[in-house]
Nanobody, 124 residues
Framework: QVRLAESGGGSVEAGGSLTLSCAVS????????VGWFRQAPGKEREGVAN????????SYIDSVKGRFTISEDRGKGSVNLQMNNLQPEDAATYYC?????????????????WGQGTRVTVSS
């Protein structure tokens, strides 16, 4: 079983920054992918970024490229999402999730364990 716990959400003004952290514990497996997803009220949950820690490879959706950075902190057993130049459309509850094996995309159906989420609010 894998446990994931998000932290770092909060309220910022447009243009501000936040860093979300996802603590991964339990038995994630030898090879796994961690993704960040978000869900705004009334909208579908969408993938934002993912990372394959074994290789450090990352991917992002177009709307966050150049603003968000996903990284792994091996010492803390966590995956972080640095978010810069936040905009009102980034406001959502952010979730991290585990996928066994390598990263193939941000299809949420392929991710098997999820955290409880952390809320991000962006005021204009």
């Amino acid at each position: 079983q894998v446990r994931l716990a998000e932290s770092g959400g909060g309220s910022v003004e447009a243009g501000g920054s936040l860093t979300l952290s996802c603590a991964v514990s339990g038995y994630p497996g030898i090879s796994y992918c961690v993704g960040w997803f978000r869900q705004a009220p009334g909208k579908e949950r969408e993938g934002v970024a993912n990372i394959y820690p074994d290789h450090g490879t990352t991917s992002y959706i177009d709307s966050v490229k150049g603003r968000f950075t996903i990284s792994e902190d091996r010492g803390k057993g966590s995956v972080n999402l640095q978010m810069n130049n936040l905009q009102p459309e980034d406001a959502a509850t952010y979730y991290c999730a585990h996928k066994p094996g390598w990263c193939r995309g941000l299809d949420r159906s392929e991710y098997d364990y999820w955290g409880q989420g952390t809320r991000v609010t962006v005021s204009s």
